[in-house]
């Protein structure tokens, strides 16, 4: 053990550093409370590496890009997503199976771009040279951040659940709201029926999860709802940057549509459909202690 502490002075520090804290939040529930909640923040925040990077990315070369450039921002932005994705699998902060699935969505993502630009809902009004139509070849990377933060925080947080929905069940209501992005532009949108079917098969379902050192628990459907939210925001951000633009936001940034919260929200299930691949629900063994932050 002597050796260990010797060999590994970071991690003896961080551990004392750890037990001090600790030691401080259980002097008083309030304490307790703000640390937990500050490991949640910081928890989820390295879940959402992939996509925090490229939100910087964005943000940081819509400030700063040169007038002149030889190298055009979309092309940039590609680029850097790709060395974003080896990096975190070189430091294997994602497995290879995970990355596997998240290119699923990648690909998934791309047709749906290649189908919804087509028919203007909306535009990428900069030049690139990696792009396939009229898509951007980082915008596949946007959809991929999705993925690998769903696959990220159940690891991160030790997700297990109870009432989770037989799996087939889930992989059909997927399949509908897939095809439901494309035939609503033909046919009538059956968002309601999606929306009232995803609550019937998630409805009676929880997730449990640990922050800090305690077991919380939180309806699947909230849960999901949340994600939608930080994604709705995100994407606020992304057009603030003018990765993509939407018609309102032709002559001037506006606040993205509430009712976007909603599309979020259906492609949410689909991602946590596609990951289930690699991560199937586990569930809850009632008096398991809580894995360490």
Not at 35 to 62: H, R
Not at 162 to 187: D, E, K, Q
Request: with cysteine.
């Amino acid at each position: 053990m002597t050796h260990r502490s010797q060999s590994l002075p970071l991690e003896t520090w961080g551990r004392r550093l750890m037990m001090r804290a600790e030691t401080w939040a259980d002097q008083s529930r309030a304490r307790r409370h703000a640390y937990e909640f500050l490991w949640f923040g910081l928890k989820q925040g390295w879940a959402c590496l992939f996509g925090g990077l490229m939100l910087a990315l964005i943000l940081g070369t819509f400030l700063l890009w040169p007038e002149g450039a030889p190298v055009s921002r979309y092309d940039f932005l590609a680029v850097g997503a790709v060395v974003i994705q080896a990096a975190m699998l070189a430091f294997r902060l994602e497995s290879w199976e995970e990355a596997r699935v998240i290119f699923l969505f990648h690909v998934a993502g791309t047709i749906m771009e290649l189908f919804k630009t087509a028919h203007g809902s909306w535009v990428y009004p900069e030049d690139s040279l990696l792009r396939i139509g009229a898509v951007p070849l980082f915008l596949g990377f946007m959809y991929a951040a999705v993925g690998s933060y769903i696959a990220r925080v159940q690891r991160i947080f030790h997700i297990r659940v109870r009432g989770y929905p037989p799996m087939w069940t889930t992989w059909v209501l997927a399949a509908a709201i897939y095809v439901n992005f494309f035939a609503h532009h033909w046919l009538p949108d059956v968002r309601i029926a999606l929306f009232v079917a995803t609550a019937l098969l998630f409805g009676r379902g929880w997730f449990y999860f640990t922050a800090d050192r305690r077991r919380r628990s939180m309806p699947l459907l909230l849960g999901y709802g949340l994600v939608a939210l930080f994604i709705w925001f995100a994407e606020n951000l992304g057009t603030l940057g003018r990765a993509w633009v939407y018609p309102g936001q032709a002559d001037g940034w506006e606040m993205v549509s509430l009712a976007k919260l909603g599309s979020w929200f259906l492609l949410m299930i689909i991602s946590v459909v596609l990951v289930s691949i690699v991560h199937k629900p586990e569930d809850e063994i009632s008096g398991s202690p809580a894995p360490r932050a």
